[in-house]
């Protein structure tokens, strides 16, 4: 029997500490599915909607924050026909848009923006992927459609969406290079990359790795400089993508070079309510990734429970003391549900 309350963690203002509160617990509506949610992934976007920086994500406060999710179908609502009670799964589904978020015990969540969870991960691993796989999934292969043998160059390739973009990018076959700093170096070199030093700048390391002809193919993760550098880093009639493409930058190096320009706003998919079953689609390709071993997240050691949601914002952060995340964080809401076998 399910308990017809749940505990949530809420902002109720901006800056405002995170409350713990017994509400009602949702039910789920046509084409939704009820998940108790085992763990709660936690992005420096989340960090940002809490402070008030980030109106693109048009989540107004007081709010259940949390993006992604991981954890058991416990009810079906009409309309649903590709899960079941007792079916494990993840998924990028609130926190956005009026949406409930993950930081709570159930959530009500449109069916078509989950997957199973793969068997090889636990719970606080899976619930850490679904933003950075698709977002990274949307720009290597949905926008620029990365092919084998290709030279790729992630901008920022020990981040939270660049680690997941250098997997992806190797199991297309692609020969990758990444930017990183200090001791993301030699982790980008153990996903399979070749690492470049980020403080350098694009034309030595155009030089070093292709012979001044550029890369075929950007993704810049981190924007602003790094986008900058990327223009300058591509080949001609080559293709740039970025996440995080949101200032101010001079074209003229992408267009001199006659390359191409693509843009990934992931969160579209939840404001506009439009493709949403792409975002089902693009975790079922991963889990086959993560099921083969060409895919791991880079999970931060560290476990928090809701009760501990205050740190972990902080150590995403790096604040009030905290060690900065070396990894992305995962909150435990259901400890005794994290467990890699399915159901």
């Known amino acids: 029997?399910?308990?017809?309350?749940?505990?949530?963690a809420i902002v109720e203002a901006t800056n405002g500490p995170f409350i713990l509160r017994e509400l009602a617990r949702p039910e789920p509506g046509h084409g939704q599915v009820l998940v108790q949610i085992a763990a709660s992934g936690t992005n420096p976007l989340d960090t940002k909607i809490r402070a008030g920086e980030a109106p693109h994500a048009k989540?107004?406060?007081?709010?259940?924050?949390?993006?992604?999710?991981?954890?058991?179908?416990?009810?079906?609502?009409?309309?649903?026909?590709?899960?079941?009670?007792?079916?494990?799964?993840?998924?990028?589904?609130?926190?956005?848009?009026?949406?409930?978020?993950?930081?709570?015990?159930?959530?009500?969540?449109?069916?078509?923006?989950?997957?199973?969870?793969?068997?090889?991960?636990?719970?606080?691993?899976?619930?850490?992927?679904?933003?950075?796989?698709?977002?990274?999934?949307?720009?290597?292969?949905?926008?620029?459609?990365?092919?084998?043998?290709?030279?790729?160059?992630?901008?920022?390739?020990?981040?939270?969406?660049?680690?997941?973009?250098?997997?992806?990018?190797?199991?297309?076959?692609?020969?990758?290079?990444?930017?990183?700093?200090?001791?993301?170096?030699?982790?980008?070199?153990?996903?399979?990359?070749?690492?470049?030093?980020?403080?350098?700048?694009?034309?030595?390391?155009?030089?070093?790795?292709?012979?001044?002809?550029?890369?075929?193919?950007?993704?810049?993760?981190?924007?602003?400089p790094a986008l900058d550098a990327s223009f300058r880093a591509v080949k001609r009639f080559g293709h740039v993508v970025s996440c995080l493409g949101w200032g101010t930058h001079k074209l003229a190096p992408l267009s001199f070079k006659q390359a191409t320009y693509s843009g990934v706003f992931t969160l579209h998919t939840l404001l506009a309510d439009e493709g949403r079953a792409h975002f089902g689609e693009i975790l079922s390709e991963a889990s086959a990734l993560i099921e083969t071993g060409k895919l791991f997240p880079r999970l931060d050691p560290r476990v928090f429970t809701i009760k501990e949601i205050e740190v972990a914002y902080d150590a995403v952060l790096g604040q009030n003391g905290t060690v900065r995340q070396r990894g992305k964080i995962a909150i435990s809401i259901d400890p005794q549900s994290d467990h890699p076998q399915r159901g």
Do not use: N
């Open 59 to 224: 989540q107004p406060l007081p709010a259940i924050l949390g993006m992604d999710l991981a954890g058991t179908v416990v009810a079906v609502g009409e309309g649903v026909t590709d899960f079941q009670i007792g079916d494990s799964v993840f998924g990028l589904t609130g926190g956005v848009g009026g949406l409930q978020g993950s930081h709570a015990q159930f959530a009500a969540v449109d069916a078509r923006l989950l997957a199973r969870k793969p068997d090889a991960l636990t719970m606080r691993q899976a619930s850490v992927l679904p933003l950075v796989v698709i977002t990274a999934w949307e720009g290597l292969i949905d926008r620029a459609q990365v092919q084998a043998g290709q030279t790729v160059l992630i901008q920022g390739g020990g981040g939270g969406v660049g680690h997941v973009a250098v997997q992806i990018a190797l199991a297309r076959g692609a020969r990758v290079f990444a930017t990183a700093f200090g001791g993301d170096l030699e982790y980008v070199r153990g996903l399979g990359a070749t690492p470049i030093d980020g403080s350098d700048e694009a034309e030595a390391y155009v030089e070093e790795h292709t012979c001044g002809r550029g890369f075929d193919l950007v993704y810049d993760t981190i924007g602003g």
């Open 1 to 8: 029997m399910l308990s017809p309350t749940m505990t949530a």
